[in-house]
């Protein structure tokens, strides 16, 4: 019996269709995109069926489009199952990143030969791969695998970041219209209200000016401490203890006896007579003394 399972995407394109194959072997016909609300939906879709993604032992790929094999991984992986596709195909199915790369040279290149700035190209290209390969890093069905403990992964609140109000996902973008909007009428249609505003209300300008003042706040609580604790080691601990007694130390006791040492090699005959006079009274002294 032919199942057909209509999996949601992140897309444009909408829901596509997987098909379930309940047989021997049990075969899924396509998988979806790489996408936690599409795992998900795929299990609930397998579930209804009285099947589960660890029973697959068949996985057909009908060709290369993200949305039609992009859980193929987790989905072998989760089941062992035997993954099947044309033979031009295997090299996507085994590495669709690489693909999708040399997909979006191609894509940058012919953007650049129709006269679209560099800049553009780099954010044009930035906002596909986010958008194509966000499931590698932060969907619950890979990130865990991904970052392998590199960094805190809570798949729980993956799935629950997908639930939130809609409100909730609106609000940067509600936050980031109503900036334009005033933006727009006190730069563009009154451009005294700015400087109205800051005097009307001078301490909460002050205050958003200096950045809620976390500069001079980390400043008096890290930086002069940190560099009151450098001078001290600086000045005390390596000019004061270790240079003094150390090798400046060494240098002057060194200097010292070089004085010392000039001193007596005066180049007078007289002079080296008597240290060796000196030097014989000692050595007669030492044996007299035995």
């Known amino acids: 019996m032919i199942h057909c399972l209509p999996i ?8 596509v269709n997987c098909y379930l194959i309940d047989d021997d072997p049990l075969t899924l016909v396509d998988v979806g995109p790489n996408s936690a609300l599409s795992l998900v939906a ?23 489009h993200a949305d039609h094999l992009g859980l193929v991984g987790i989905l072998a992986a989760k089941s062992g199952a035997e993954v099947c596709a044309l ?12 693909y999708a790369e040399r997909n ?8 650049r030969r129709h006269g679209v700035r560099d800049d553009i190209v780099q954010v044009l290209g930035a ?30 609140l993956m799935h629950a970041m997908h639930e939130v109000p809609v409100w909730v996902k609106l609000s940067a973008t509600i936050a ?3 900036g334009l909007a005033i933006a727009y009428g006190a730069y563009i ?23 809620w003042y976390f500069d001079e706040l980390y400043n008096f609580l890290f930086v002069r401490p940190a560099f009151a604790i450098g001078r001290l080691f600086w000045k005390q601990g390596d000019e004061a203890t270790i240079d003094r007694f150390g090798p400046n130390g060494a240098a002057k006791v060194v200097q010292l006896g070089g004085g010392v040492t000039a001193k ?22 030492w044996v007299i003394a035995r």
Request: net charge negative; proline share 5%; glycine share 6%.
């Open 189 to 211: 249609v009154s451009p005294s209200f700015p400087a109205q505003f800051a005097e009307a209300f001078r301490p909460l300008y002050l205050f958003s000016l200096n950045k």
């Open 127 to 156: 906002i596909f791969a986010g958008f194509v390969f966000h499931g590698f890093f932060i969907e619950p069905s890979a990130g865990e695998t991904y970052w392998h403990g590199a960094v805190a992964f809570n798949e729980h």
């Open 176 to 178: 980031m219209l109503s």
């Open 87 to 98: 033979d031009e195909l295997k090299p996507i199915v085994e590495d669709f990143s690489a």
């Open 264 to 285: 007596l090699q005066s180049g007078y005959v007289y002079a080296y007579a008597f240290i060796m006079l000196i030097g014989l009274t000692a050595a007669l002294t």
């Open 42 to 64: 795929l299990e609930a879709a397998l579930a209804e069926h009285g099947r589960k993604a660890e029973d697959l032992e068949r996985i057909v790929i009908t060709h290369q």
């Open 104 to 111: 979006d040279r191609f894509a940058q290149k012919q953007l």
């Open 8 to 15: 949601p995407t992140p897309f444009r394109v909408g829901r």
